[in-house]
């Protein structure tokens, strides 16, 4: 599987932008996501795999329209950006909403396998207690 191009990261980056919670101030761009990409491309059921691909390209060419903007979604600032992942995700199409949840599970997952951040939330000194 091909790795993440320009857009897709732009996708990715609006979903978990970076200093969006004092608390937790990297985002998508601070993970080491082409890691954790690899193994997502080699482990995941293959259906899962093109959905995700399908969701990335969705919302790049898509979500924008939705909202009365030209594609692709990058040429837009950040603003305009969320609304129209926004309105992918409160579409009325089911399957548009289930691909904006694909991305946020992905990217979800690959935030709480970051070290920084379990480090950040205290998960590796959890673990040493138990």
Do not use: C
Not at 30 to 51: G, Q, V
Not at 75 to 92: D, F, I, K, P, T
Not at 102 to 112: E, F, H, R
Request: net charge neutral; charged share 20%.
């Amino acid at each position: 599987m091909a790795g993440l191009g320009k857009s897709d990261r732009m996708v990715l980056d609006t979903l978990l932008p970076s200093g969006a919670d004092s608390r937790l101030s990297g985002g998508f761009g601070d993970l080491d996501f082409d890691s954790f990409y690899r193994e997502f491309a080699t482990s995941a059921p293959p259906a899962i795999r093109l959905a995700f691909r399908v969701s990335l390209l969705s919302a790049t060419w898509l979500a924008p329209l939705l909202i009365g903007k030209l594609p692709p979604l990058g040429r837009h600032g950040r603003e305009v950006r969320e609304h129209a992942l926004q309105a992918m995700a409160a579409s009325q199409s089911g399957t548009l909403r289930q691909l904006v949840t694909l991305q946020k599970t992905v990217v979800s997952l690959a935030y709480g396998a970051d070290a920084n951040v379990r480090e950040a939330i205290g998960y590796s000194r959890a673990l040493e207690h138990e």
